[in-house]
Structure formats: structure tokens, C-alpha cells
């Protein structure tokens, strides 16, 4: 029998979920659980070990630290769920000018925009602020903050294309001469004429409603072990 690349796909996807309600699982119980002969078994649970995913310990098979990390996403990276994404958006301001990007790449390609991008799994707001500030614009600034978190869905012919949450910052740039960015191009604008920029509508809307708010949005960290919560705090 042949297996075909989606069926492959399939079921090392059917192996990993099997970790969802187990934090170990012996051969035979993989086996019993997908219902496929031990020979193809045997070839995806070696595969996953190559690829990082499974580690085996005596007769057991475990996620390694780099697959735990895709448990609460099995949904969206199967395409069973979509998500919305976290994106970091920040107001990099200088006296009373704002900077802007003209995007390049969809979705909102050739817009204005708020400096911004996905947030990284081990980022704090002011991490990945900074990060997507110098990438994109190779300045250096002082976050002072966020000021708003929006939730912007996108509708196209009654579907909802995208979704993103908005956590909306401010920065201060540290100067004001702006260099060639891959991203697009970039242009300081007057803050209080921005009106007919151009901009994306939910930019636009942050800037004039909630560029001088503050946010209460509270950052925390705890501790998981063999799947025991401990050491919650506040960041």
C-alpha cells in the first residue's frame, strides 16, 4: 500500500494529538490508538524523533520541550481552527511627528501603517516593540508603554479573512533620519494631519482615540513540570 503525502501528514498529526491527553504513551497504545499496522508506526514515531518532536525514555515516547510548545496550537497549525494573531503595534513618535510605513506585502499592501508585527512567544510587549521597531526601521526608541488593545477582524464576502489583536503602543525615537527598509517605505507625518495619509482605518482610529491612553494590561509568568503549575507572579 501506498501512503500518499496528506495521509503521511495525517497521521503523524492523529500521534501527535495523542499527546494532548497523555504525557506518555507506549508503542501499543499508539499503535491501537491510530489503528494503522506497527511498521508504519514504527516509521512516523522514528521520523519524529529525527524531526524533534518525540524523545523515547525505556518504553515510553514523550514530547520534547520543543513540541510541548505546540500544544495549545495543534488546532491552528492542522488548519482544523484559525486564530487570530497577536501583533504588537507601535506609535514611534518625534515631537509632534509620527512615523509610518507604507506597506508592500499583503494584507493592506500599499497602506500607511503603525510600525508593527507578530509578537514572539518569549516576547514582552517592550521586547517585541523594540525588536519590530529597529527591524523595520533600524531606529532606536524608548517604549513607554501600550495604550489600547483592539481586535480587528477583516470581512471579505460574508467570510472573516483575518484577525489580529491589536496591542497598541507608544515609543519614542531616539532620532529622526530614516534609512531604506525592506518593509516599505517610510515617512515621518504630522500627527494632527494624518486624516488623508492613507493609513489602514484601525490605525488611523488607534492614532486619534488612544494615542495618549494607557492600558491596564497585565503580563504574567508561571512555572509547568511534569504538568503541575507552580510559581505564578506578575511581571
Avoid: C
Avoid at 509620527?98 to 508585527?117: A, F, H, M, T, V
Avoid at 533600524?138 to 467570510?159: C, H, I, P
Avoid at 495618549?212 to 511534569?226: C, G, H, I, L, T
Amino acid at each position: 500500500m501506498k501512503y500518499s503525502g496528506g495521509l503521511v501528514k495525517k497521521e503523524r498529526e492523529d500521534i501527535f494529538k495523542l499527546f494532548l491527553e497523555h504525557n506518555r504513551l507506549k508503542f501499543n497504545e499508539i499503535e491501537k490508538a491510530i489503528k494503522i499496522r506497527s511498521n508504519m508506526v514504527s516509521y512516523h514515531l522514528e521520523k519524529m524523533q529525527e524531526e524533534g518532536l518525540l524523545e523515547k525514555k525505556d518504553d515510553y515516547y514523550y514530547l520534547t520541550k520543543k513540541a510541548e510548545r505546540y500544544l495549545p496550537i495543534i488546532p491552528h497549525i492542522t488548519g482544523k481552527e484559525l486564530s487570530p494573531l497577536p501583533i504588537i503595534l507601535v506609535a514611534v513618535m518625534q515631537k509632534n511627528k509620527i512615523l509610518l510605513i507604507r506597506r508592500n506585502k499583503r494584507p493592506y499592501k500599499d497602506y500607511w501603517s503603525l510600525i508593527g508585527g507578530k509578537m514572539q512567544l518569549e516576547e514582552s510587549f517592550k521586547d517585541a516593540a523594540n525588536r519590530v521597531i529597529k527591524k523595520k526601521t533600524r531606529l532606536d526608541a524608548d517604549f513607554k508603554g501600550l495604550s489600547s488593545v483592539l481586535l480587528e477582524r477583516v470581512k471579505g464576502d460574508d467570510l472573516i479573512k483575518h484577525g489580529f489583536i491589536l496591542f497598541f503602543g507608544k515609543a519614542v525615537a531616539k532620532d529622526s533620519d530614516l534609512k531604506f527598509s525592506q518593509y516599505g517605505e517610510l515617512k515621518w507625518f504630522d500627527v494632527k494631519n494624518i486624516d488623508d495619509a492613507g493609513l489602514i482605518p484601525s490605525d488611523l482610529w488607534l492614532i486619534k482615540n488612544k494615542l495618549n491612553s494607557k492600558a491596564d494590561v497585565v503580563s504574567a509568568e508561571m512555572n509547568e513540570k511534569n504538568g503541575d503549575l507552580s510559581d505564578f507572579k506578575v511581571l
